[in-house]
């Protein structure tokens, strides 16, 4: 794929509501923590992760499930009553396996809204990284659209760990059979710890969860909106 082909990433709604209009295939990034979680979530068996705005509509959606859990945060922590935050590493659990999740998060959910169901709107992140290239390149070639790499970034504006990751996701779109742009598993959990979110996210308790975010490759498996949940994109297809 040619770098004409690449749409430049952006970041924040707009930037996604933009290239949903346009009928882009959607990689939307958001690596410390939602994207990471929701990867890990599907990768372990859940069933389906359905995204939400809010915590009232979280709780509101739950009854529609009864054999579902409520997962997110707020502030990097559960809100109250949740059976699970916004730490990957919490879904590492066969307790999860064929359930479906109801998520909220600060960035995230709020980022992507309620998006027509007809938008292509993948989830990347290190865990998947070249398997969300792959599959986005897949789709881009049979539906003859361009890709956008769009970064949730966060409530204060651009997110530097999600510009990063989002870039990397570039560099393996552009050349899927080349290098990786980063050194070794250190270099990415580096480049995560020193940013403001990174930094937050130290404080708050959940360094391991960095750590766990900056594995590339750990999953070979794309989630993709469909329905109004995210569900793992079939390989036959």
């Known amino acids: 794929m040619s770098d004409s082909d690449l749409v430049a990433h952006g970041s924040g709604p707009q930037a996604l509501a933009d290239a949903v209009k346009q009928h882009h295939v959607i990689i939307l990034v958001d690596v410390l923590r939602a994207s990471s979680t929701i990867i890990t979530a599907l990768g372990n068996g859940a069933s389906q992760i359905i995204p939400v705005p809010t915590v009232e509509e979280a709780r509101e959606r739950i009854y ?5 859990f409520l997962a997110g945060e707020r502030a990097a922590h559960p809100p109250a009553g949740f059976d ?5 590493r919490s879904f590492l659990t066969d307790r999860i396996q064929g359930r479906p999740i109801i998520l909220t998060t600060s960035n995230f959910t709020r980022t992507l809204g309620k998006p027509p169901e007809s938008a292509t709107i993948l989830v990347g992140a290190f865990l998947n990284i070249d398997h969300v290239a792959n599959t986005a390149l897949h789709l881009s ?4 659209q361009p890709i956008s790499v769009i970064s949730a970034g966060s409530m204060q504006g651009i997110a530097a760990e999600d ?5 990397q996701i570039m560099i393996r779109l552009r050349d899927p059979d080349g290098p990786p742009g980063y050194a070794d598993v250190g270099d990415l959990a580096r480049e995560l710890l020193v940013t403001r979110h ?3 996210l130290v404080q708050a308790g959940y360094e391991e969860d960095i750590h766990f975010c900056a594995q590339p490759n750990r999953y070979k498996i794309t989630p993709i909106l469909h329905k109004g949940g995210f ?6 297809d």
């Open 84 to 88: 699970y935050g916004n730490s990957p």
């Open 141 to 144: 070639s049979k539906q003859g």
């Open 163 to 167: 510009d990063f990751t989002s870039y």
């Open 64 to 68: 529609h499930y009864p054999d579902g």
């Open 198 to 200: 990174g930094s937050l």
């Open 231 to 236: 569900i793992p994109y079939p390989s036959s």
